[in-house]
C-alpha cells in the first residue's frame, strides 16, 4: 500500500485541513491533483501507464479519510463544549431574571410610596393655593373697603401715589378703579351716591390722563409708551376709548375727501355708456385709494401688533372705518355720475368697483393679525370686545380669522343697498330693454310705416307686449318683464301714444326693415354681459331665478320684438300684394334670418343660460318651457308666412295656366305648332318655379326646404291634373302637350324631391295618352302608374282627344261598369267618379306604395333647429 510519505508536497499541501472549509470544488481538487501525473504521463513515450494515478489517489483518499476521522473528533468535541455553555447560560438568564422581577417589583414599591407622596402633596398644593386665592381676595376687599372709605372721605392721595409710581403703578390704579366702580354699584350706603360720584369723577380724569399720555406718545411715535396706555386702559375699561382715538387721528382719514372729478378718466367715461365697448376694468382714481389702503394696511398692521394688546380687534376697527368712509363715499360718488349717464354706465361701475374691491378684501386678508394678549382674564378680553361691540360686527372668543371675516361682512355690506331684493335685476332688466329698444328704434319704424293705413300687422306683437307691459302680478319675474316689455314699447316707438308721433314720417331706409345677424349678435352679446354681471353680483342661490327673469327679457325682445315683426310685415306684405303681379320671394330670405338668428339664440340658450339653472329643477323647468313656448310661438308665425307665400305662388301658378289658349294644343298650321317648343304658359310657369327652387336652396335649409318646396310641386301637380281636363288635343297638339309636360317634369325634378318625381311621372305619362294609337289605348293605360287607377277615371281626359268620338263605343265595350262601380265604391270614391278631380284620388291613393316602394306622403311643417336640448332639459 502506499503510504502517505510518497505524496509530493503540493498534493500535501492541498490535503491540508483549512483547504476544505472555505469555498471548496471538487472538480478543481481532483484536477489539480492529476495535473502533475498527466503532465509525466504525456512526457512519457511509452504507452499510457495508469499505476502512478492508482498509487496517487489510493494515498489521496487515505489522507482524507484521516482527516474526516480528525474532523468528526473535533465535531463531537465542540459539540459538547456548546451544551455545556448553553447549560450554563441558561443559569445565568434564570439568575438575572429572578434580579430583575427584584428590582422591578422594588421599583413598584417605590412608586406606589411616591404617588402616594404625591397626591398628598397635591392636596396640600391645592389647599395652599385656595387659602393663599382666599388671602389674596381677602387683601384686596380690604383694600377696596380702605380706597372705597377713602373716597367717601374725599381723599384720594394713595391713589394718586401709586399713579406716580410708573407703569406698574398707573396699571395697579386701572384694576383698582375698575374693581371700585364694580364695588360702588351695588354698595347700598346712606354716603354711597356721593362716594359713587367721588370714584367716577376719579375715573374720568385717570382715563383721560391716560388719553392724553397715549395721544402725546403716538404724536411722538413711542409705540412702547404707546402699549403700556393701551395695556392700562384695557384692563381700566376695556381699551376702546385708545383704539378710537388711534383711528379718528390716522392720517389716512384726515383731510381725505375724494372727488370723482380730481380724478376724471376721460376714456372710461366716454366709452362706458357705449353696449359695444368692452366693459371697464379699473378707474384710476379707485385704483389710486386700492393702492393707498393696501400700502397703509400693510403699514398698520405692524404698528397695531406691536402697540395694542389684541391687534385682531383694532385692526377690525381700522379697516371698518375705511369701509365704512373711504371706499363708500368714493363709491357713491362712481355711482352717482354713472347713473346720471345711463344704467347701463351704472351696471359697469357697480362690477367694477365689485371686481376690485373683491381683490382688495383678498389681499387685506393677509394681513390677518394673531392674538398677542399675554396671559389675562377672560373677563378682560370678553370686557375688550363688549366695549368695541358698538363699532364692530364681529364677536366671539376666537380671533384666528377675526380680519378676514370682518372683510367678507363689510364687503357685504357695502354692496347691499344697491343689489338688496329687486333693485338690481330691475335695473339690470331696464338697461337691457333701453338697449334693446334703441337697437331695434330704427326696424320698428320702418314696419310701423311700411303698415300705416293697412291692416294692423303689429296687433298680435303690440298686444303681447302691451299686455306683459300692463302685468302686476308679484313675482319679481312678471314685473321685470314687464319693465322690459314697456321700454320696448316705449322706447320703439310702438305705444299709443306715439303711433301717431311725427316721428313715423321720418325718412326711413330699406335697410333699416332688414333682419340681421349682427344685431342678433348684438343682443344676445350684450344680455350675456348682462347675466355675467348677475352672476357676480347675486348671491349663488338666486343666479337660476335671476337667469331666468333676464331670460325673458331676450325672449321678449329678439322674438316678439325683432322676428315676428319681420315676419307679420312680410305676411302683410303678401296679403295686400296685387294677385295678377308675379310674386316676390324676398320673403323666403326673412325665413332665412329667422332660422338663423333663431339657432343661434337657440345655442347661447343651451350652452349658456341652461347651466347657470342647474341648481334649481323648478327654474330650469321653468326656463324651458318659456324658451319652448316663445320658439313655437316663432315657427307658427314663420309656418304662416311660408304658407302665405306658397299661397301666392300657387296663384300665380294658376294665373298662369289660365291663359293657356283653348286651341294651343288643337293647332291648325302644324309647321307653325312644330317651330315653338313651349306653350307661353308652360314657359311663364317653368320660369317662376325656378326662381322659387333658387330661392329656396338660397334661403331654406333642410327639412324646410322639403317641406316648402313639395306643398309647390304637389299643389302645382294638382293644378295640372285639373287643367288638362280643360283642353282640347289634337295629334299634332299632344305633341306640345307632351312637350311643356316634359318640360314641368324637368323643372319640378330639379327640386330633388323623390315624391314629386312619380307624381310628376304620373302626370308625363298621363299626357301621353294623346299620342297613343287608339288601338293600343285601352292596354296603355292599364300599365305603369295610369294602370293603379280606375280606367273609369280617365275618361274625361280621353274625353279631350280629338279622334274619342270615333272609338269611344268601341273603348266602352271593353268596359264592364259592373265592375267598376263596385271597384270605385270599394276605394270610397263613388262619388266622384267621372267628376272628381284626379288630383284628389291621388291623394287618397298617397298611402299606397308606387314605383319602387317610395311613398308619396307629403311632409309639413316649417320647424327651427337648435332647440332639441331643451326638450330634454326639463
Known sequence: MQHYGDLDPATEEQLRLDNFEGKFDVKEFVGSISERLITQSKASSGPFDPKPFIRTFEAVVDKLISVRKDVQAKTEQMEKSVRVAEREYSKKMADLNRGFEAVGSSFSTMESKMNEVGRTAVRIGEQLESIHIERQRAQAAHDLINYYNQFSRGDTSRLDALKKEGREGRSQVAVILRRLTTVAREVDLPSADKTRENIDKYCEKFEKDMIYLFDRCYRKGDPKLMHHCAQTLLDF??????????????????????????HSDDLLWNTVTKPDECPPKTESGLAELFGEIRATVAQESQIVQAVFPNPPIVMQVFLQRVFAQSIQQYMEQLLTKGSSLSDLAY?????????????????????????????????????????????????????????????????????????????????????????????????????????????????????????AAANTTTSGGSSTSAQAAALIMRYGGISSERMQD???????????????????????????????????????????????????????????????????????????????????????????????????????????????????????????????????????????????????????????????????????????????????????????????????????????????????????????????????????????????????????????????????????????????????????????????????LLKPYLAQRSDWVQFETRFNENVDVEDVATDIASKGLKDRFKMARLGMIVKDLEGLKLGEGISMGIPSGFSIGGRGMNNNSA
Open 237 to 262: 375699561n376695556g381699551g376702546a376709548s385708545c383704539v378710537q382715538i388711534y383711528v379718528n387721528q390716522h392720517d389716512f382719514f384726515m383731510n381725505k375727501v375724494r372727488d370723482t372729478a380730481n
Open 347 to 467: 351696471l359697469r361701475i357697480l362690477q367694477l368697483v365689485h371686481n376690485q374691491t373683491s381683490n382688495l378684501v383678498e389681499d387685506l386678508k393677509a394681513h390677518e393679525l394673531p392674538s398677542i394678549t399675554p396671559s389675562k382674564s377672560s373677563l378682560e378680553l370678553t370686557e375688550f370686545r363688549r366695549v368695541l361691540s358698538g363699532a364692530t360686527t364681529v364677536s366671539g372668543t376666537s380671533t384666528a380669522s377675526v380680519v378676514s371675516a370682518m372683510l367678507e361682512n363689510a364687503m357685504a355690506e357695502l354692496f347691499v343697498p344697491y343689489i338688496e331684493g329687486q333693485k338690481y335685476l330691475d335695473r339690470e332688466s331696464k338697461s337691457l330693454g333701453e338697449l334693446y329698444a334703441g337697437l331695434l328704434a330704427n326696424f320698428t319704424r320702418y314696419h310701423m310705416r311700411m303698415q300705416k293705413g293697412k291692416s294692423s300687422m303689429f296687433d298680435r306683437m303690440v298686444d303681447r307686449l302691451g299686455a
Open 502 to 792: 311725427k316721428s313715423l314720417e321720418e325718412t326711413v331706409r330699406e335697410e333699416d326693415g332688414l333682419l340681421s345677424i349682427d344685431v342678433a349678435e348684438k343682443m344676445l352679446k350684450w344680455h350675456a354681459e348682462a347675466v355675467g354681471r348677475c352672476v357676480e353680483l347675486t348671491p349663488q342661490n338666486d343666479v337660476p331665478k335671476n337667469t331666468f327673469i333676464l331670460l325673458r327679457v331676450l325672449a321678449e325682445a329678439i322674438s316678439a320684438a325683432y322676428l315676428e315683426t319681420a315676419i307679420d310685415s312680410a305676411i302683410a306684405r303678401l296679403e295686400v300684394a296685387d294677385p295678377k303681379l308675379e310674386p316676390s320671394l324676398q320673403p323666403l330670405e326673412i325665413l332665412r334670418s329667422v332660422d338663423l338668428i333663431c339657432h343661434l339664440w337657440q345655442q347661447y340658450t343651451n350652452m349658456a343660460l341652461f347651466p347657470l339653472a342647474a341648481s334649481s329643477v323648478t327654474t330650469r323647468r321653468d326656463m324651458t318651457i318659456l324658451n319652448n313656448q316663445t320658439v313655437s310661438r316663432t315657427e307658427g308665425a314663420a309656418n304662416t308666412l311660408i304658407q302665405r307665400i306658397t299661397d301666392a305662388i300657387i296663384t300665380w301658378l294658376s294665373l298662369q295656366l289660365s291663359k293657356q289658349k283653348k286651341n294651343d294644343f288643337k293647332p291648325r298650321n302644324d309647321d307653325l305648332s312644330f317651330a315653338r317648343v313651349n306653350t307661353e304658359p308652360c314657359v311663364s310657369c317653368c320660369e317662376i318655379l325656378e326662381k322659387v327652387r333658387d330661392a329656396a336652396i338660397q334661403s331654406i335649409s333642410g327639412k324646410n326646404r322639403e317641406v316648402f318646396l313639395t306643398e309647390i310641386g304637389v299643389s302645382f301637380h294638382s293644378l295640372l291634373l285639373d287643367h288638362l281636363r280643360k283642353f282640347p288635343v289634337s295629334a299634332t297638339g299632344g305633341l306640345m302637350l307632351a312637350k311643356d309636360l316634359k318640360s314641368y317634369q324637368d323643372t319640378v325634378a330639379s327640386f330633388n324631391i323623390p315624391a314629386l318625381h312619380e307624381r310628376f311621372e304620373f302626370i308625363r305619362q298621363l299626357g301621353n295618352v294623346f299620342l297613343v294609337r287608339p288601338e293600343i289605348l285601352r292596354s296603355y293605360i292599364t300599365e305603369n302608374y295610369l294602370g293603379r287607377i280606375d280606367s273609369a
